[in-house]
């Protein structure tokens, strides 16, 4: 069983920064995705930033310049590192490692609130 640890939220003032871990705990397949999303209140989950095994980042359009992924394989740790905060990015923050191959999967963290006030 794969489990998502995550660390790193709090409440900041907009422009500050915050750093967002994510340690995988269990066997994890070699070709996977590992991803930040966010859930706001009374707003769907979607996806911030993501990076595949090989390196591929996909970052949605709103947080592009500003947020960085980026993964140690070794440790099976995913980051975010989080400038230039705005209050619109305020929202529950969830660490996700998914793959295909050789069986699909998907797991989630428990999320981390990360607040910024303005």
């Known amino acids: 069983q794969v489990q998502l640890v995550e660390s790193g939220g709090g409440l900041v003032q907009a422009g500050e920064s915050l750093r967002l871990s994510c340690a995988a705990s269990g066997s994890i397949s070699t070709f996977n995705t590992m991803g930040w999303y966010r859930q706001a209140p009374g707003k769907q989950r979607a996806l911030v930033a993501s990076?595949?095994?090989?390196?591929?980042?996909n970052y949605s359009d709103s947080v592009k310049g500003r947020f960085t992924i980026s993964r140690d394989n070794a440790r099976k740790t995913v980051y975010l590192q989080m400038d230039s905060l705005k209050p619109e990015d305020t929202a529950v923050y969830y660490c996700?490692?998914?793959?295909?191959?050789?069986?699909?999967?998907?797991?989630w963290g428990q999320g981390t609130q990360v607040t910024v006030s303005s």
């Open positions: 990076m595949s095994s090989g390196r591929r980042t």
């Open positions: 996700n490692v998914r793959w295909d191959y050789p069986t699909a999967r998907n797991y």
